[in-house]
C-alpha cells in the first residue's frame, strides 16, 4: 500500500521560517514535488526534485526562498521555506511519481499526500 504523508506546516509571520517533511512508502518513488493550493485557487506547483541527486526546480515564486531536498534510501522529501510571505499560505501538497524525471504538472503525479496547513501572517 503506497502512502504519502506530509508534515511540518504551521502557522509563522511573515519573513519567517518552516520546513516541511514527507515520508512515502510503498514502492520506489521516482520524482518527488511540492504543490500548494490557496482558498478558491487551483493546485499550483512549487518545486520537484528527480530521481537524480542534483536535478531539482522551482517555481518563480519561491526560488531563492525554497530549497527542496530528498533522501532516496528514506523516500523523504523536504522543502525549506525561508522569508515566508502571507502570499505563500496555502495547503501544501507532497505528491511522487514512479518516472524519475520532475514534472510541474499536477496531473503528471500518481501519488498525493493529504496536505498540511502553511500559514504567514503579516
Known amino acids: 500500500q503506497v502512502m504519502v504523508v506530509e508534515s511540518g506546516g504551521g502557522l509563522v509571520q511573515a519573513g519567517g521560517s518552516l520546513r516541511l517533511s514527507c515520508a512515502a512508502s510503498?514502492?520506489?518513488?521516482?520524482?518527488m514535488a511540492w504543490f500548494r493550493q490557496a482558498p478558491g485557487k487551483e493546485r499550483e506547483f512549487v518545486s520537484a526534485?528527480?530521481?537524480?541527486?542534483?536535478?531539482?526546480v522551482y517555481a518563480d515564486y519561491v526560488k531563492g526562498r525554497f530549497t527542496i531536498s530528498r533522501d532516496n534510501y528514506k523516500n523523504t522529501v523536504s522543502l525549506q521555506m525561508n522569508s515566508l510571505k502571507p502570499e505563500d499560505t496555502a495547503i501544501y501538497y507532497c505528491a511522487a511519481r514512479a518516472w524519475p524525471l520532475w514534472s510541474a504538472t499536477v496531473a503528471d503525479y500518481d501519488y498525493w499526500g493529504q496536505g498540511t496547513q502553511v500559514t504567514v501572517s503579516s
Open positions: 526534485i528527480s530521481r537524480t541527486i542534483g536535478d531539482r
Open positions: 510503498g514502492r520506489t518513488f521516482g520524482a
